[in-house]
């Protein structure tokens, strides 16, 4: 098929168009393109060798280890296996850096030659595989490049780094952990905080950014449905709770659909149900396990109001005993929903526009997904945070999917292998400049 080739003088003023790094801009694009094999080396080590949740010990003496050899001062072993980096240059603001540590239990399939082959004890003593299935890998990488850039270019800075490296994102444990341990009140209180996270359809070299909500508050609840077991003969002498269970699930649709607003976004799941043993038995109890996604606090309290009386009248109008009514658990650090401050955000996207050029900077929707980074703004007083998409996925593959209208691997499947140099390149240089930025002089 015949193409339109644009004239030459076209042609360069369409190149001109692209955003081009000059003065402090060229200085950082230069150092990460001398710096990217190295850190390519990096990312492969951390790659291959994952720790699950809880277990990153070694990951964490990595992190620790680039940090000290670059002049940070050092602190390990926060809330866990938690790093702190302090680097103070002079008078200023302070700007906290966060990159996450740990790996999923899950076994790679990507066939790549640095894959994962690791299988570890997890924290309940547990034979688990282990892979960097959500793209830890890639946020310490970039986060090292950044501890680089900012030392190589102190004299372009003017304040203190404070670079953390945060155990079991993946259980939602480890930013409160951190915080219990006096994070905020040991080392410099930020008056930023900075993050960013591995997206799965995004080309790599791009980066998304989103204006105030971008990840859900998410709750995990486990409810236990309990009856009066017998034979499966006599249904009438019994009081079966996998019937009640049944209508439990049926009932909670309605929490989402005629109890909360249709312009809150609001998602309760059932995501797994047992119960019973035989075909003829009527057993005692049914367990189930939710998820619950929402973004406003509000929102997320009466959603659980609502799972309490949904479960607790459904089993008394079954004429369920009061000794035997359905017992629910919400688990415990739950994950606070992610809202990004819209001025900081805002100054950020003109940052990576300077850094990568329009086209490379796109807007993104929210997601219901959650990350307990959002608990580093919601210490009082509040600090402002902003966390941006770092793109991963091999544009060629991106283009085709869109095309052809298939599905990525998404993020926390065996198949996900994002491409690591355009992204990792993309990560330091937004991110340093962010940092720059907010530190100028």
């Known amino acids: 098929m015949f193409r339109y080739a644009p004239a030459l003088p076209a042609l360069l003023l369409s190149l001109s168009l692209v955003a081009q790094p000059s003065g402090p801009d060229k200085k950082v694009a230069d150092f990460v393109d001398r710096s990217l094999p190295e850190l390519v080396t990096f990312y492969k080590d951390l790659h291959a060798n994952p720790e699950v949740s809880f277990m990153e010990q070694q990951t964490a003496a990595k992190v620790a280890a680039q940090l000290r050899g670059l002049g940070f001062a050092v602190t390990e072993n926060l809330g866990g296996h938690g790093v702190v980096g302090v680097l103070k240059n002079g008078d200023g603001p302070t700007v906290l850096v966060r990159t996450d540590l740990d790996a999923l239990p899950v076994a790679e399939q990507t066939g790549l030659p640095y894959a994962s082959q690791v299988r570890m004890k997890d924290d309940a003593g547990n034979e688990v595989p282990a892979m960097h299935a959500c793209g830890h890998d890639l946020h310490m990488t970039v986060f090292t490049g950044v501890a680089r850039t900012l030392t190589q270019f102190k004299d372009d800075w003017k304040g203190t780094v404070v670079m953390i490296g945060q155990p079991a994102e993946e259980r939602s ?4 952990a951190m915080l219990r341990e006096g994070l905020y009140t040991k ?12 997206n799965a359809t995004l080309p790599a070299g791009k980066v998304g950014y ?7 508050n998410v709750d995990a609840v486990d409810i236990t449905v309990r009856g009066v077991g017998g034979h499966g003969a006599l249904p009438h002498t019994t009081k079966d709770p996998i019937v ?4 439990i699930v049926l009932a909670l649709q309605t929490v989402v659909s005629r109890q909360t607003s249709p312009f809150d976004p609001c998602v309760v799941t059932v995501g797994s149900i047992h119960g019973g043993t035989q075909f003829n038995i009527i057993p005692d109890q049914v ?3 939710l998820t619950l996604r929402s973004y406003s606090d509000v929102v997320r309290n009466n959603t659980i109001e609502a799972i309490k009386r949904i479960i607790k009248g459904t089993a008394e109008a079954a004429g369920v005993p009061q000794d035997r009514l359905p017992a629910i658990k919400i688990r415990e650090p739950y994950t606070p929903s992610t809202v990004n401050d819209v001025p900081l955000t805002r100054r950020l996207t003109g940052v990576f526009t ?4 329009k086209e490379n900077v796109v807007a993104t929707p929210p997601s219901t997904v959650g990350e307990d980074f959002s608990r580093f703004g919601r210490e009082t007083p509040n600090v402002p945070i902003c966390m941006y998409w770092l793109g991963a996925v091999d544009p060629k593959k991106a283009e085709e999917s869109a095309k052809a209208g298939t599905g990525l691997p998404s993020l926390h499947s065996a198949l996900f292998a994002p491409l ?10 937004t991110m340093s400049a962010s940092v720059m930025d907010l530190l100028k002089k």
Not at 421 to 429: C, L, M, V
């Open 187 to 198: 080392f410099p209180r930020p008056d930023y905080a900075l993050a960013l996270h591995t």
């Open 173 to 176: 444990g480890g930013a409160i």
């Open 244 to 247: 009640l269970a049944a209508q």
């Open 287 to 289: 367990e189930l396990k």
């Open 354 to 357: 300077r850094v990568l050029g």
């Open 210 to 216: 989103t204006e105030g909500p971008v990840m859900a």
């Open 420 to 429: 690591p140099e355009p992204a990792i390149r993309a990560g330091i240089r």
